[in-house]
């Protein structure tokens, strides 16, 4: 089992429309939480970070992270054609390990 | 210039070649990362150092060694290139306490 796990897609939405991204994560002790996009042809960036139980706005984008059930999901409202790449989900340790693993990331499209 | 900056950026290379990625950084970060990104699997580590002194293995280190040569510079290496090390390499760095991580631009590595 893959320590981080994400549905590869491609996940289409209409344009306007909420995208829902998952990711799950195998390691219990995992207490850091980032989401990246990538463009095609890109490097990739960070978007979001979450740490504690719940949900995180910053914009059109939520992150919300239920620990129990090792499961991070991020939600792009109003979803843009500009929204479209592939989104990488990474988890990091407890401690200051500085190890940061990746999903293998899940394409939005984003249709007109 | 790019504040992360990897050398070469493209190269074609034949099996049982020894072939080096450079990566130079001028963000002051301790933290530099080394990961590969294959269609379908994401982005992989495959070694991590905290300082010139404190080099990690990563998810996929075997056939790989890296060296730190100084805090703003940290090099891959493959000895004996095969062709399943084809991929697209990416260095990236980070401060310390976060998952932020900053990339370059890639590295393309062809083996034949």
């Known amino acids: 089992q893959k320590e981080v796990e ?9 344009e306007g429309a909420i995208a ?3 990711c799950t994560y195998s390691d219990r002790v995992s207490q850091s939480f980032f989401w990246y996009r990538q463009y095609s ?24 992270l239920n620990k129990a059930s090792q499961y991070v999901s991020l939600l792009i409202r109003d979803s843009q054609p500009s929204d479209s790449a592939t989104y990488l989900c990474a988890v990091m340790r407890s401690g200051n390990t500085g190890k940061l693993i990746f999903g293998q990331g899940t394409t939005l499209q984003v249709k007109p | 210039d790019a504040d992360v900056t990897q050398t070469p950026r493209n190269r074609i290379t034949k099996t049982g070649k020894r072939i ?39 998810e996929i280190s075997d056939g790989y060694s890296v060296s730190r040569q100084a805090q703003a510079k940290f090099s891959l290496s493959l000895e004996s290139a095969i062709p399943n090390q084809t991929a697209l390499y990416f260095c990236a760095t980070a401060g310390k306490n976060t998952g932020e991580l900053f990339f370059g631009e890639g590295s393309r590595l062809t083996v034949l």
């Open chain 1, 6 to 14: 994400q549905n590869s897609g491609p996940l289409s939405v209409p």
């Open chain 1, 20 to 22: 829902s991204l998952n």
């Open chain 1, 41 to 64: 042809g890109k490097s990739p960036e960070l978007i979001m970070s979450i740490y504690s139980n719940g949900d995180k706005e910053d914009g059109r984008f939520t992150a919300q």
């Open chain 2, 20 to 58: 080096m990625l450079e990566c130079s950084q001028t963000k002051g970060h301790d933290r530099m990362y080394w990961y590969r990104q294959d269609p379908g699997l994401g982005l992989r580590l495959i070694y991590y150092s905290f300082d010139v002194k404190d080099i990690n293995k990563g």
